[in-house]
T-cell receptor, first 113, second 115 residues
Framework: GEDVEQSLFLSVREGDSSVINCTYT??????LYWYKQEPGAGLQLLTY?????DMKQDQRLTVLLNKKDKHLSLRIADTQTGDSAIYFC?????????????FGPGTSLSVIP | DTGVSQDPRHKITKRGQNVTFRCDPI?????LYWYRQTLGQGPEFLTY????????KSRLLSDRFSAERPKGSFSTLEIQRTEQGDSAMYLC?????????????FGPGTRLTVL
């Protein structure tokens, strides 16, 4: 079935790197996304990766995709207090509906000054 | 502000009452999505429209829920005979069908509390 899993909490010190992990079950996934949600706000797309890529880098963000293990990670370099938020992994696949995006439960990132 | 807007931002109602939420997507976006998000969970897909056509509905969308997008622009989500289990954040998103990644832009959500 459709399932996206993430660890629920992560705490890091300011200036360190954060790594948020995600696993998914749909092998037909075409796009995988990372969204950020700050308190009281909607979701903001941070980055995405197409399923035929292994890695994507965008400034402080690095996305790694292991398609064989269905594992996705988001690395945030030089984590700042403004990065404190909930991060959602999401996948879009062909198995159910091409236009349906399945979200994980979110990882709450706390950055300690 | 040309982002996705939702109204109201907060709604408190008594069990059994009907509520209606509105979503205004980004103007050139032809796809519009509704999600429900409960505490500690990610958004769960409810339904989506391409222009005025409702193309898919989740099993989560019971008979008490109805969504419309009459002119292919704004959309409404109505919940009839609300139950306490309907308490959640209702999120709307929009996208451009021809967009490469089909990036969905989310509104701030409507938080519903059913007493």
């Amino acid at each position: 079935g459709e399932d996206v899993e993430q660890s629920l909490f992560l705490s890091v010190r300011e200036g360190d790197s954060s790594v948020i992990n995600c696993t998914y079950t749909d092998s037909s996934s075409t796009y995988l996304y990372w969204y950020k949600q700050e308190p009281g706000a909607g979701l903001q797309l941070l980055t995405y990766i197409f399923s035929n890529m292994d890695m994507k880098q965008d400034q402080r963000l690095t996305v790694l995709l292991n398609k064989k293990d269905k594992h996705l990670s988001l690395r945030i370099a030089d984590t700042q207090t403004g990065d404190s938020a909930i991060y959602f992994c999401a996948e879009r696949g062909m198995k159910t509906s091409y236009d349906k995006v399945i979200f994980g439960p979110g990882t709450s990132l706390s950055v300690i000054p | 502000d040309t982002g996705v807007s939702q109204d109201p931002r907060h709604k408190i109602t008594k069990r059994g009452q009907n509520v209606t939420f509105r979503c205004d997507p980004i103007s050139e976006h032809n796809r519009l999505y509704w999600y429900r998000q409960t505490l500690g969970q990610g958004p769960e897909f409810l339904t989506y429209f391409q222009n005025e056509a409702q193309l898919e509905k989740s099993r989560l969308l019971s008979d008490r829920f109805s969504a419309e997008r009459p002119k292919g622009s704004f959309s409404t989500l109505e919940i009839q005979r609300t139950e306490q289990g309907d308490s959640a954040m209702y999120l709307c998103a929009s996208s451009l069908a021809t967009g490469f990644s089909n990036e969905q832009f989310f509104g701030p959500g409507t938080r519903l509390t059913v007493l």
